[in-house]
C-alpha cells in the first residue's frame, strides 16, 4: 500500500487521508471480519424526502405474479420529475449496497 501510494505521489497532486469511513451515501465500517457498507443513513433520507419514512418493510420487492400495465393518463410534469428522482435515488442503492433491487426498479 505504501508503495503504491509513493507512486502515485509521483505521477499526481495527492493527500493520503488514509482509511475512508464515508462516501456520498455510503459508510465504510472496518472490522476483523472484513469491511462492512451500509447505506443506512442514505436510505433514511430518502424516504424522507419522498414522504416514505413510514413505510412498511415486505420481504419480497413485488407480488409473485404480479402483472405490471402501461399507465394511460399523461402525468402532470412535477410528478414525472419526482418519479424519476425517485428512480435514480434508488439506483444509486443498487449501485452502492442493494444489487437486488436492480430487477424491481
Known amino acids: 500500500m505504501t508503495t503504491l501510494i509513493t507512486d502515485l505521489k509521483t505521477a499526481f497532486e495527492i493527500s493520503d487521508l488514509g482509511e475512508a ?3 456520498p451515501g455510503l459508510h465504510i465500517t472496518y472490522t476483523s471480519e472484513g469491511i462492512a457498507l ?18 412498511n418493510t415486505v420481504s419480497i420487492p413485488l407480488p409473485k405474479g404480479i402483472i405490471l400495465t402501461k399507465g394511460i393518463t399523461e402525468q402532470p410534469k412535477e410528478q414525472v420529475t419526482t418519479y424519476q428522482s425517485m428512480i435514480g435515488s434508488l439506483m444509486y442503492l443498487v449501485t452502492g449496497t442493494r444489487p437486488d433491487l436492480a430487477y424491481t426498479i
Open 21 to 23: 469511513s464515508f462516501l
Open 38 to 55: 451500509t447505506q443506512e443513513r442514505y436510505i433514511g433520507t430518502i424516504l424522507s424526502r419522498f414522504g416514505m419514512e413510514n413505510s
